[in-house]
């Protein structure tokens, strides 16, 4: 054989092992990015469920009644009053806001404070 064949040859068989490292490397590279994708998907269904949970916490009975007695809260349970109970609850309600010096904070349903 001469020596340009010996040269072909040599040079074929190092670009197909060249080839060979290429799509090797690129199975790899995608390997490793299938691989953060899968992470970054499970980071978020963690924090969303570790989100559910606290949401479902704060929003639980046992918490919300831990929460009113901490801030020393009266929980009431309201009935429906006739016409003339109104008036009168009206103006005893009026004249205890005026004699009492404690003020009470309310929040509303979106007080995540706590």
């Known amino acids: 054989m001469r020596f340009t064949r010996w040269l072909a040859i040599i040079g074929m068989l190092v670009s197909i092992g060249m080839l060979k490292a290429v799509q090797r490397n690129a199975l790899l590279l995608k390997g490793y990015a299938l691989g953060d994708r899968v992470e970054r998907a499970h980071q978020e269904e963690t924090d969303v469920s ?21 801030r020393h809260l009266n929980l009431v349970a309201w009935s429906t009053l006739a016409p003339q109970q109104i008036q009168v609850l009206a103006d005893s309600v009026e004249t205890s806001q005026e004699a009492s010096t404690n003020s009470v904070q309310l929040a509303d349903g979106r007080d995540t404070t706590d």
């Open 50 to 70: 570790w989100l559910e949970a606290r949401v479902l916490h704060l929003t639980s009975p046992d918490h919300l009644s831990e929460t009113a007695q901490a």
